[in-house]
């Protein structure tokens, strides 16, 4: 494999790959909250 350099500028991203990014983004910010809240609530129980 050829090392370019500089390296290749990506090609754009089409509109609907940034909104499955945006949706995916969005998804794994919720589940993040989700676990700090349940983290947090566990800790609380411990005390």
């Given at each position: ?30 589940e993040i909250e989700l676990a700090l809240a349940s983290r947090r609530l ?6």
């Open positions: 494999m050829e090392d370019h350099y500089p390296p290749k500028k990506p090609r754009p991203l089409t509109p609907c790959e940034i909104k499955e990014i945006e949706d995916a983004f969005e998804i794994v910010s919720q566990e800790e609380s129980r411990n005390k």
